[in-house]
Structures are given as C-alpha cells and as structure tokens.
C-alpha cells in the first residue's frame, strides 16, 4: 500500500527537550516536504526536500532542521523545542515539479501531534 | 501575507442540499489550484484541481469553478452527504511554473453535513 508514515503519531515533551519526527514513504518520490497545522493559518511549510541531500527551507523554518540522506527519509528534528512549536504536524511526498508531469498533488501522512511544555 | 484565503472558518448543510466552499487568491501567477478534504486525526488527501487554462472542473459530486479576474475559486459538492464532513483546503503550487512541491494552503473551512 502506498503510504507515507509519520511516527510518533503523539507526543508531550518538554522545553528544551530534542526530538526527531520521523517521516518514510514507500512511493519512491523525489519530493518530501513538512508542513505545520495551526487553527486559523492553515498549513504552513516548514522545509522541503528535491532529493537525497537537497533541502531549502519553506515559509516557517525557524526552530527546525531537517536532513535527506535516503530517498525514502525525511526526519524533521526539533532541537531545542519550545511551547509555540505546539502543533499538529505533517510529512508530504510527491513525484517532483510540473516539468516531470507532476499536478500538484501531494501525499500526505497522517500527522504528529505535538505538545511542548 | 496570506496569498490563499478561505475566509469562511465553517459551514453547515443539510444532507442532499449543494455546499459551496470559497477561496480566494492574491497572487495573480497561481495558475494551477487543489482542493484537499481532512478527517480528524487523519492527513489531508487530494480531492480535486484546475488549471488556469479552464474555469471549471468536474469529478462526480465535486465541481470546482474559477474565476479569474476575481481570483476566486469556489467548491460545489451535490448533493452533500454526512460523509463530506470535514476541513476542506484550497490550495495553489508554488507561482512560477514549477513547484518542487510546494503548495499554498488557505486556512481551511470546516464543512458540517447534517442528517
């Protein structure tokens, strides 16, 4: 079944705390990117991923980092979390820009929510 | 800056009556648009796009109309179904022609369907 899988799903941290969301898919796309979920902004892009060890950050990327030293893998680390990085997260794949094909569609996985104290 | 609004946070219909869903634009070089529907504690999925080069999209109950020199994009779903409640996001690719993925979502209308 072609997926991308987030884990964990849930989490409660603390200040300060580093974490690491993990993020795969199995649909051998070029394209990952993370987005946040926060009521009345929508989803907002945090980093974006080409390919293996290409990155660029989105429209949020304060506080975050990422790495792509797999196809497949997309983590996206919080060193130092804080309290205002509270919120619902989501890894996206996709094939790759409108030059190869690609109609916009994104992959999303299923979301980690996360709370810093 | 919000480049893509919805600016309606909710809406309640009765079962089998048309729902329409709005968005609207600001950025005059979006020229492909997405509609993403989410289930609570599930991620968004695609639901269904236009291109530029049309005003109106059609896929079974969906149909999205654009309206270009009003940068206005509007969702119609008939009839609705209590199974059509849910966040719904229009969204547009990063302007310029390619997009490496990146969409611009609005913030969102939550669809309440009613038996």
């Known amino acids: 079944e072609a997926q991308v899988t987030q884990n964990p799903r849930y989490l409660i941290t603390v200040t300060g705390k580093k974490l690491t969301v993990t993020c795969s898919q199995n649909m051998n796309h070029e394209y990952m990117s993370w987005y946040r979920q926060d009521p009345g902004l929508g989803l907002r892009q945090i980093y974006y991923?080409?390919?293996?060890?290409?990155?660029d950050k989105g429209d949020v990327p304060e506080g975050y980092k990422v790495s792509r030293k797999e196809k497949r893998n997309f983590p996206l680390i919080l060193e130092s979390p804080s309290p205002n990085q509270t919120s619902l997260y989501f890894c996206a794949s996709s094939f790759g820009d409108f030059g190869t094909g690609y109609t916009g569609e994104l992959f999303f996985g299923e979301g980690s929510r996360l709370t810093v104290l | 800056d919000q480049q893509v609004k919805q600016n309606s946070p909710s809406l309640s219909v009765q079962e089998g009556r048309i729902s329409i869903l709005n968005c609207d634009y600001t950025?005059?070089?979006?020229?492909?648009f997405l509609w993403y529907k989410k289930y609570p504690a599930e991620g968004p999925t695609f639901l269904i796009s236009?291109?530029?080069?049309?005003d109106k999209n059609e896929d079974g109950r969906f149909t999205v109309f654009l309206n270009k020199s009003a940068k206005h994009l509007s969702l119609h779903i008939v009839p609705s179904q209590p199974g059509d409640s849910a966040v719904y996001f229009c969204a547009a690719p990063n302007a310029g022609g390619t997009s490496y993925g990146k969409l611009t979502f609005g913030q969102g209308t939550i669809l309440t369907v009613h038996p």
């Open positions: 950025n005059s070089m979006f020229d492909y």
């Open positions: 991923s080409m390919n293996v060890e290409v990155t």
């Open positions: 236009i291109s530029s080069i049309k």
